[in-house]
Structures are given as C-alpha cells and as structure tokens.
C-alpha cells in the first residue's frame, strides 16, 4: 500500500499513472486486464479508460457503454464492490459480458472509485480464470481503489484548470482581438482597409484565406460586394460584383439575420452565378454573418477557406461579436458617406443656380386671363402633385419654360432643384457628358470628374427643353434613365441611381420625326405621358394688354424708368399683331420700347410690327399653299381633332365634312395613316 501511495502520489498525468498502478498491482493480485471508467449521467453513458490489457480486448479506450447495461453502473450507484466468479453464469449485463466474453474473461471484479467530495467512478480487473479473486483481494483492492480515487480526483481537477486557463486564454485573445477591431475601426473609413485590418485581426484566432464585406442594397434586393481580402484568389471574385439574395448563401443570411456555417458539399446547393465563382476559386467552406443594427440589416461578413470543414459554432459567434462592431462602423461610414454626397451635391447645385441666374432670365410668375391660359395652368395643377413625366409641345417663345417650372413649383420636389437642359444648344458630342456626366480621363479633354445634370437634379425635377434635337444614338440611355431611374457615367461601369421627374418641351413635330426615323417611339411614349399644349400668343390675344404693362413695367424698374401708361392706339395695334414670334418677341419689343421711350408714356416702335412686313416675311407663294399651311397648323394644334366643339372645323369656321373635303383636295392626312 505504501508504494500504491508513492507511485500515486509521484504522477500527475493519466497515462503515467494508469501504467505505474498496473505494474505494482501485477506483483500483488492475478488480472489480464485493468480499466478505470467515468460515468457520464448528463449523456447516460460509461466511458471506458484502459490501464493495460494482455488480451485482444474489444474493450477499447475511449468505448462508451450505456450505462444501464454497465457493470460499472451498479457499482457507481450502490458504492459497494462487486465480484463475479464466472460470467457464464451472469446474466445481468449483456452488453459488457458479451464484450468480456469474446475475449474468454471468466471472473470480474469491480470497485467503485469515492472520495470524501464526490464520486469518481469505478475500477474493473478482469481474468481467464474462474473464482480469481477472493475476499482478501478484495480487502486489498478496497484500500488500493480509495488511494486511486484520490490520485484520478487530483488529475481530475489538474485536467479542470488546465481547461479552465485554455478557456481564459482564449477569452483573453477574443477580447483582444475585439479591442483591435474597434481600433481598426476608428482610424479608417475606407471599406476596404478596413476590411484587410480585421482580416489580419481574425486570422490570429481564425484560419481564413478569404474575407469579404458585402452590403445590402434593400430596394433592388441584391448585395454589393465592396471589399474583400483574398491574396491567393485567381481574381474571379471581384469587388463592386452585385449578386441577388435568392440562391447565395449571403441572402440566405440577409433574409434569416443569423450566422451561416457551410462546408464544400453544401456550396453545391448554391446556384447563383456568385456561388459557382466561389467553388472555382477552390474555396470550400465559409462562415458568413449579418451585419446588423438596431434600425437594419445593411450587409454580411464572411470568411471562407480553401479546406472543408474550418469553421466551428464557436467561430461563429466570435465573428458575430465582431459583426455587431463592424454593423455600427460600416453605417456610420455610409451616413457620412451620403452626407459628404449630399454636400457635394448642394454645391454643385449652388453653383449650377448662381450660375443660372447670372445668365438666364426666369419668370416670376404667369401672366394672362384668357381662356386658353386658364385650360393649360388647370392641366398644371392636375399633373404638378404627381411625379408622371410631362411633355410641354407649343410653338417657339410660347413660354413652355415658365410652364415646366410652373409644375415644378407646384409639386412636392418644390424645395428641391430644378434643372434645365437645352439640348439644342449643347454640341452633340457633349450633351451625353452634359446629362450624365463622366470621370476623369473618359475622353479628351476630361480632366477632372463632372457631375451631370440627372445626378444635380437626383430628388428634383430636369427639364429637357428642345428635346426633339437629342441625337438618335442617346435616346436609349435617356430612355433606360427614364425607366429604370438608374445609368453610368462616361467612362465608368458604376451604376447611378436617381429620383428624376423629367418634363420635357419642343416645338417640333415628334410624330412625324417617329416616322422620318429621327425619334424613337418608346422614348416618346414615355415623355408623352402627360401632354400639355401651350397655346400661342395669337389664340390668348385678350392677354397681350396685360403682358405688355407686366414688361414694360419689369423692365422700367430695371432701368430706373419710369413707365406710367401706354396710348391705346398702340395696344390696339400690339393686340393685333399675330406675334409669330410669340411672348418672347413681345417681351423684346417691350425692352426695346422702354429704352427708346423719354418720358413716362411708353412709345411702342409699331413700324417694325406692321402686317405687311410680317406677310412679306412668311407669305406663301399660292393661295392654295396657304391654305393648305393654315389647315395643317390648326390641325397640329388640336391634335388632329376634327370634329366637335374644340375641334379643328369649329376653330377653322367650317363644317366637318367641308374640312375633310378640303383636306382630301390638299392632300392632307394624319401622320401614320
């Protein structure tokens, strides 16, 4: 007993132990097998651990037997030794007497392992022959079992602090590497810096070779990859890769808001076109984590190894910790991302406005009672609250600008810009970079990015005046715009996305440029939804007295005159005049007159407004042709309505079937037919 003692005393580990216990206990009583064994209630088995064995034993270390079937069992709970003389002849434990058998065990003794604090577990020598032990073996075993107890209770407990200091040790290195992260996290903004710093972070307590930051863009349901770290990839995978959330793992993740752990059988399941990149770099398990704050999900980390199997339970909720730090990081980031854009933005449109009111003139408001005004300013006030594109058609100098900024004001994009395009006078090879802008170096000349019109006017309203001289080739990307409010600039492959209301304007005649093949259908279509007629000066002629006093007394102010009343022979003769010029002409008239008049009656140069230089300028050659123009212009400006009350006939004085006669012997017909 006093060398059981040392030899237990000198061995802290369990193999030492077992075989230094086996050798002392051979000199002293017979057995062809020793076995310790640790019963586990939690899981309701017995775990076997083998001292030594002479025997092909089937009892292995490491075998779990189920502990209603163990010998061990009994012994455990009843705390009293149990011998049995020949198993032949035992039939209460099937499983482990089997196991016994097999290896032609007769006699069994087993003894249970106690301490004054708990139990441990139980001891079991085995031998070929019958009857092998008897009471004084026993007596002696009891002693050598209480001795063991003590020696298994203190490797026990060794065994619990070493687990209990691996456990601080790596609570210790997950706590540091949070710190880091959060360290990384303050000194940049930048995606993907800050993506490679918790990468190097992570692989210290998480092997990776891949690591990506993908952010949820929630209108388009698709995620953006913005920054991944993956220094031995083939470059299949790329950053700005959009892939939708249906069929990736990603998505998976986004829609579920909870870690995902996958290994290389599963990745199969994935048929996104992303998800086969995955597999082609040779990456073959990954654990991804929502990233996610208290208002949404914006995004997901993931890691991804070249090995199957790399990611446990536990590394998933150490990269979730990390996520929650990295969620209030990255939409952080993004706040002030969309607030440095809203910045920009507003410069650009305060440049953009200060520019326009340098060298634009702008109405301050509508002038005009006459009927014809009052129907267009009605369909204003119908279109303005929605956000429809609207398509202002009218004669030159009608005032179709005043109209467009008429819906503008009156819509809910009123505090927001409204921009204005006039696509004839831009060259053709600058009105695309005009209307979308471009980067640096797209082509000759650009030497800095410009912001193009439908990002000035994002949330706003664009007006596209003349919008019948946009050249065939850039019709398509207007249209995409219009549609699907999203387009990429000259020289980029970054998609913009805008909110635009677009109220387009032109003088020309669309219907038949669609038939010339000069615009296309599709376009006009969707510029065509809200069509509004702005009548020309000579159908409003009762407005003309109230324009001509709304200018002369503009322009008097801005001269420093004064402009008291005007001779009623000269308005007569203004009313009159048939304006081809329409309010625009009006309007320079008046500043003409203002300038030459020398006292506070304002004097109207009328020779340069008499009938018969404006007949000399535009009359036709036949009465015929005349005719002819005259039927075809009130035709276009009642959209080739012929019959009713604002019909062509009634605005011609004519009966319909008298008009239609006429339009058959001038060889005039509606366009497409």
Aim: with cysteine; charged share 25%.
């Amino acid at each position: 007993m006093l060398e059981v003692s040392e030899s237990i005393s000198s061995h802290r580990d369990f193999p030492d132990l077992f075989r230094s216990l086996a050798e002392l206990l051979h000199h002293l009583v017979p057995f062809d097998f020793i076995c310790l064994t640790f019963p586990d209630p939690a899981r309701g088995i017995v775990k076997v651990q083998v001292l030594e064995g002479s025997l092909t034993t089937r009892i292995q270390p490491g075998v779990e037997i189920p502990m209603q079937e163990s010998v061990r069992q009994l012994v455990w709970e009843n705390q009293q030794p149990l011998v049995v003389s020949n198993l032949e002849d035992d039939p209460r434990f099937p499983i482990a007497s089997d196991l016994l058998r097999q290896d032609d065990v007769k006699s069994l003794c087993v003894l249970p392992l106690t301490t004054a604090r708990r139990r441990v577990g139980a001891m079991a020598l085995a031998s070929l022959e019958t009857s092998a032990y008897e009471a004084a073996d026993l007596e002696f075993l009891h002693h050598v079992a209480a001795q063991v107890a003590l020696a298994v209770e203190n490797a026990l407990n060794s065994q619990s602090a070493q687990v209990y200091q691996q456990e601080l040790a790596r609570e210790r290195d997950r706590l540091r590497l949070l710190l880091e992260v959060n360290n990384a996290l303050v000194s940049t903004l930048d995606l993907h810096q800050l993506l490679k710093a918790i990468s190097a972070c992570l692989r210290r307590v998480m092997n990776h070779d891949y690591a990506s930051l993908a952010l949820y863009e929630a209108a388009a349901q698709q995620l953006r990859l913005h920054a991944l770290d993956f220094p031995r990839g083939k470059g299949l995978l790329q950053e700005e890769m959009v892939f939708p959330i249906d069929g990736t793992p990603s998505g998976q993740v986004i829609v579920t808001r909870q870690p995902l752990i996958i290994t290389g059988a599963e990745l199969d399941r994935y048929k996104a076109a992303v998800s086969q990149l995955v597999i082609a770099e040779g990456l073959r398990s990954a654990c991804i984590v929502p990233l996610i704050t208290a208002n949404r999900a914006i995004g997901t980390l993931g890691l991804s190894s070249l090995r199957p199997g790399s990611f446990t339970q536990e590394d998933a909720d150490l990269l979730m910790r990390v996520a929650n730090q990295v969620a209030i990081s990255i939409e952080n980031a993004l706040a002030y991302q969309e607030i440095a854009e809203l910045k920009n933005q507003l410069a650009d449109e305060k440049l953009y406005l200060e520019e326009e009111i340098r060298t634009e003139y702008t109405f301050e408001e509508i002038v005009g009672e006459s009927p014809a005004l009052r129907r267009v300013l009605s369909q204003v006030e119908t279109v303005a609250p929605t956000d429809s594109s609207v398509l202002i058609l009218g004669e030159t100098g009608t005032g179709k600008e005043v109209i467009a900024r008429a819906i503008h004001d009156h819509s809910p994009r009123r505090e927001r810009t409204f921009v204005k395009v006039n696509c004839a006078a831009i060259p053709t090879g600058l009105l695309e970079s005009e209307l979308f802008g471009h980067e640096k170096g797209a082509f000759t000349g650009a030497i800095a990015q410009k912001v193009g019109r439908f990002e000035l006017a994002h949330r706003g309203t664009l007006f596209l005046d003349e919008v019948g001289d946009i050249p065939l080739e850039l019709q398509p990307k207007l249209l995409r715009v219009l549609q699907e409010k999203e387009f990429e600039r000259l020289g980029s492959t970054r998609t913009q996305r805008v909110d635009v209301r677009v109220v387009a304007a032109t003088n020309r005649d669309l219907t038949r440029m669609i038939e010339d093949r000069l615009f296309r259908s599709d376009l006009y279509y969707r510029l065509n939804v809200f069509p509004i007629l702005v009548p020309p000066l000579r159908e409003r002629a009762e407005d003309i007295p109230l324009l001509v006093r709304y200018f002369a007394q503009k322009h008097a102010r801005r001269m420093d005159r004064r402009i008291e009343s005007i001779p009623s022979e000269e308005m007569e003769a203004l009313t009159r005049y048939s304006w081809p010029g329409n309010v625009r002409e009006l309007e320079n008239l008046i500043e003409r007159a203002v300038i030459l008049s020398r006292g506070p009656t304002l004097h109207v140069p009328l020779p340069e407004i008499r009938p018969g230089s404006e007949a000399a300028a535009a009359s036709p050659v036949t009465l015929e042709a005349a005719e002819r123009d005259h039927i075809l212009r009130t035709l276009h400006e009642t959209h080739w309505v012929i019959a009713g009350v604002k019909g062509a006939a009634s605005r011609l004085g004519m009966k319909r079937t008298t008009l239609q006669s006429r339009m058959a012997k001038l060889g005039i017909s509606r366009p497409g037919r």
